[in-house]
């Protein structure tokens, strides 16, 4: 059966330092991946998508960048964080096909 | 900006009650999905309905879509506690199913 993991699961940065946040997905190949952004109370934000490897789709001009090194594996970078970075980031795959997306458990992250 | 805006924005009703969640949309598309959030984890796929659907069943789960009107509506039948969760239709358009686009959702309470 198909897994997604998704870490850190929470993480508190100070303004102006690196973020990583890591996904994979187990169980299946060529997965479109996808990065969402969660801020309070409101709906999910698009930021990235890939359909393979080293192909990356920005949804959102913002502080943030995306990498897929390999193909189950997506990367949400940043070099400086900003404040309004903060809030829930999920990561998320679906088939080539139905478009059903199954999603990680998010990362909460908090900007000082 | 959304594509799929739910109404109402909270629900609270009593256990054993049906709830029923309004979603609507702006353009067209290929498919409408529904998915539940509980506090703090990710999203779950509840229900996808296709754009040459009517209406679709899932246990205790019932979509209804109408393109004319370019809505659709979820309703849970005999509703319980562990039903409480945040729920989300997402739209599917632009001539792929690539990639989704979420309301804010309706909160939904079911009070013992």
């Known amino acids: 059966s198909q897994t997604i993991h998704q870490w850190p699961a929470t993480l508190v940065q100070p303004v102006g330092s690196p973020l990583s946040l890591e996904c994979t997905v187990e169980g299946t190949s060529n997965p479109n991946l996808y990065w969402y952004r969660q801020a309070a109370g409101r709906g999910l934000q698009l930021l990235f998508y890939?359909?393979?490897?080293?192909?990356i789709s920005s949804e959102v001009p913002q502080n943030l960048s995306a990498s897929r090194p390999q193909d189950r594996q997506f990367i949400l970078s940043s070099k400086k964080l900003l404040l309004s970075d903060s809030g829930f980031y999920l990561c998320?795959?679906?088939?080539?096909?139905?478009?059903?997306?199954?999603f990680g458990e998010g990362s909460r992250l908090t900007v000082l | 900006s959304q594509q799929g805006e739910e109404d109402p924005q909270a629900l609270s009703i009593q256990e054993g009650e049906n709830a029923t969640m309004n979603c609507s949309y702006k353009?067209?598309?290929?498919?409408l999905q529904w998915y539940r959030q509980n506090s703090g984890r990710g999203l779950v796929h509840l229900i996808l309905i296709r754009s040459n659907e009517r209406e679709k069943h899932s246990g205790r789960l019932r979509v209804t879509l109408d393109t004319s009107k370019k809505s659709s509506s979820l309703l849970i039948t005999a509703s319980r506690a562990a039903d409480t969760a945040s729920y989300f239709c997402?739209?599917?358009?632009?001539?792929?199913?690539?990639?989704?686009?979420f309301g804010k959702g309706t909160l939904l309470t079911v009070n013992p």
């Open positions: 890939s359909v393979g490897i080293g192909q």
């Open positions: 997402a739209t599917g358009s632009g001539g792929s199913n690539y990639k989704l686009t």
């Open positions: 998320a795959w679906s088939t080539q096909v139905t478009g059903e997306l199954f």
């Open positions: 353009t067209s598309i290929n498919n």
